[in-house]
């Protein structure tokens, strides 16, 4: 939290040092791009986010960004020019989330405030428009890489083109299938919890400030710090049991108390908008008991056992039955590597492994199932879960049998990148660029300005 909040501040001090010189320093303009402008405050509020997330002082990192905010500003010329648009919802979500974000890490509204010297309301709407121009920017980009296809003989054609001497070496590798039997608590030992959520809603009902007692007593840190409020959403953006409370609501209707898999909530709608809908909540997480430990420990145990008696069943079919791990259990009980989500791949180099089932395939034979052990998830809750070890793979240089589908995204990247920079060098040369003379010998834009007689717009006019 402390790393964060000097972060911040490193923000605010560019902002308040670009705010106190004179506009020939910071407000000039330092580049054009068609009819659009980029200010050197801009570029300035940029390396302070760089250097806040704990990059080392390099001004030459202000080269490469000059050259994202004239891609981006190209990319949005020619989305206005093929009708390419965002959704008001979209800028909206994207700048909610983000600035959920940012007050959780900040430890709070008030705190976050405080660092920026100005509202969060104000703040949203300043960033408003580069958010929206960044979506519109990625949406173009997506669109002109649209019909990029990776053959398998372009694969081979990558494979073969890599110099035999410079072929990567891919790390040791792992698939891992697992169980998890979450604790679960009856209904009596649920009904405390429950009684606090219903006390909060009678607060609230009987005149209480909402967002007050979210700051006060919700348990969601996403969202109490700023009073419970989750911003706009559609359908997909909550658990099944939130969107179907959420959705049947009208503005300013408060819920009933209801049960989710994080807890006890009650939500008020604030504001429909079509499919969006944006609300705040308050959220009471039942605590674990000892007691319901030892039961999902009995549940573990007895599915070990019949995994290891009755050659009916097999690993795949008890995760899908047994699992309390929805993102595992309709996957086989397979784990994904996080790095490759896309491309579902359930290669997983053993140094990317969660360390605790790390610990325990180690020393696992190919085929076997480990018996239940205790974990700690990444939400600091325990539960039990048993692991398959279904393959593994020794650290090898690069070959088309064993690591096809890598080979096949890096040679997807290189027809998309290459498919980028044809369109940016051939737009470039038809749009009007201008760099300011400081940026001019930046290596990577060093060509991209129209050639010109006519200096750049020194400052930015009041």
Same mark, same amino acid.
């Given at each position: 939290?402390?790393?964060?909040?000097?972060?911040?501040?490193?923000?605010?001090?560019?902002?308040? /040092?670009?705010?106190?010189?004179?506009?020939?320093?910071?407000?000039?303009?330092?580049?054009?791009?068609?009819?659009?402008?980029?200010?050197?405050?801009?570029?300035?509020?940029?390396?302070?986010?760089?250097?806040?997330?704990?990059?080392?002082?390099?001004?030459?990192?202000?080269?490469?960004?000059?050259?994202?905010?004239?891609?981006?500003?190209?990319?949005?010329?020619?989305?206005?020019?093929?009708?390419?648009?965002?959704?008001?919802?979209?800028?909206?979500?994207?700048?909610?989330?983000?600035?959920?974000?940012?007050?959780?890490?900040?430890?709070?509204?008030?705190?976050?405030?405080?660092?920026?010297?100005?509202?969060?309301?104000?703040?949203?709407?300043?960033?408003?428009?580069?958010?929206?121009?960044?979506?519109?920017?990625?949406?173009?980009?997506?669109?002109?890489?649209? @019909?990029? @296809? !990776?053959?398998?003989?372009?694969?081979?054609?990558?494979?073969?083109?890599?110099?035999?001497?410079?072929?990567?070496?891919?790390?040791?590798?792992?698939?891992?299938?697992?169980?998890?039997?979450? &604790? +679960?608590? %009856?209904?009596?030992?649920?009904?405390?919890?429950?009684?606090?959520?219903?006390?909060?809603?009678?607060?609230?009902?009987?005149?209480?400030?909402?967002?007050?007692?979210?700051?006060?007593?919700?348990?969601?840190?996403?969202?109490?710090?700023?009073?419970g409020d989750l911003g706009f959403n559609d359908r997909t953006g909550f658990v099944k049991e939130f969107t179907a409370m959420a959705f049947k609501?009208?503005?300013?209707?408060?819920?009933?108390?209801?049960?989710?898999?994080?807890?006890?909530?009650?939500?008020?709608?604030?504001?429909?908008?079509?499919?969006?809908?944006?609300?705040?909540?308050?959220? $009471? $997480?039942?605590?674990?008991?000892?007691?319901?430990?030892?039961?999902?420990?009995?549940?573990?145990?007895?599915?070990?056992?019949?995994?290891?008696?009755?050659?009916?069943? *097999?690993?795949?079919?008890?995760?899908?039955?047994?699992?309390?791990?929805?993102?595992?259990?309709?996957?086989?009980?397979?784990?994904?590597? /996080?790095?490759?989500?896309?491309?579902?791949?359930?290669? $997983? &180099? !053993?140094?990317?492994?969660?360390?605790?089932?790390?610990?325990?395939?180690?020393?696992? +034979?190919?085929?076997?199932?480990?018996?239940?052990?205790?974990?700690?998830?990444? *939400?600091?809750?325990?539960?039990? +879960?048993?692991?398959?070890?279904?393959? !593994?793979?020794?650290?090898h240089k690069a070959n088309l049998i064993q690591d096809y589908p890598k080979l096949k995204e890096y040679a997807n990247n290189e027809k998309v990148?290459?498919?980028? %920079?044809?369109?940016?060098?051939?737009?470039?040369?038809?749009?009007?660029?201008?760099?300011?003379?400081?940026?001019?010998?930046?290596?990577? $834009?060093?060509?991209?300005? !129209?050639?010109?007689?006519?200096?750049?717009?020194?400052?930015?006019?009041?």
């Amino acid at each position: 939290m402390r790393k964060f909040g000097i972060a911040i501040l490193s923000i605010i001090f560019f902002m308040q /040092a670009a705010k106190a010189q004179p506009k020939h320093t910071l407000d000039k303009i330092a580049g054009v791009v068609g009819s659009s402008i980029i200010l050197q405050s801009d570029i300035e509020l940029k390396y302070a986010t760089y250097i806040a997330q704990g990059m080392q002082p390099n001004p030459s990192a202000k080269c490469q960004i000059l050259q994202s905010l004239l891609t981006q500003k190209l990319l949005a010329a020619q989305a206005i020019i093929d009708s390419v648009e965002v959704k008001d919802d979209e800028v909206d979500n994207d700048v909610d989330r983000r600035m959920r974000g940012m007050i959780q890490r900040a430890g709070g509204q008030d705190r976050l405030e405080q660092f920026l010297g100005r509202s969060v309301i104000q703040y949203k709407d300043e960033i408003r428009p580069d958010i929206k121009e960044g979506l519109i920017a990625q949406k173009m980009q997506q669109k002109i890489t649209s @019909n990029v @296809n !990776t053959t398998p003989q372009d694969v081979k054609k990558f494979f073969d083109g890599i110099p035999k001497d410079s072929l990567p070496t891919f790390n040791k590798e792992v698939e891992v299938g697992e169980i998890v039997f979450n &604790p +679960k608590l %009856s209904a009596t030992e649920k009904e405390a919890y429950r009684t606090k959520a219903e006390d909060l809603r009678k607060r609230v009902v009987a005149g209480e400030d909402f967002g007050s007692l979210a700051r006060l007593y919700s348990q969601d840190p996403g969202s109490a710090p700023n009073g419970g409020d989750l911003g706009f959403n559609d359908r997909t953006g909550f658990v099944k049991e939130f969107t179907a409370m959420a959705f049947k609501l009208k503005a300013g209707d408060i819920s009933p108390v209801f049960e989710s898999d994080f807890g006890f909530h009650f939500l008020q709608v604030i504001e429909r908008r079509g499919e969006q809908v944006h609300v705040r909540h308050i959220l $009471i $997480i039942p605590v674990v008991t000892q007691e319901s430990l030892t039961r999902a420990k009995s549940k573990a145990d007895s599915i070990y056992t019949l995994l290891k008696t009755n050659n009916k069943i *097999d690993f795949s079919s008890a995760a899908a039955y047994y699992s309390d791990n929805k993102d595992t259990k309709f996957n086989g009980g397979m784990l994904l590597n /996080a790095e490759n989500v896309e491309a579902r791949s359930t290669y $997983i &180099p !053993t140094d990317k492994l969660d360390p605790q089932v790390a610990l325990v395939t180690d020393t696992m +034979k190919v085929g076997s199932i480990s018996k239940p052990f205790l974990f700690t998830g990444a *939400d600091g809750k325990q539960g039990y +879960k048993m692991l398959y070890l279904k393959s !593994t793979t020794n650290a090898h240089k690069a070959n088309l049998i064993q690591d096809y589908p890598k080979l096949k995204e890096y040679a997807n990247n290189e027809k998309v990148n290459r498919k980028v %920079s044809e369109w940016f060098e051939k737009k470039r040369k038809e749009t009007f660029i201008r760099i300011d003379p400081q940026y001019q010998g930046c290596p990577t $834009i060093k060509d991209w300005g !129209t050639p010109t007689t006519t200096p750049i717009t020194a400052e930015v006019k009041p």
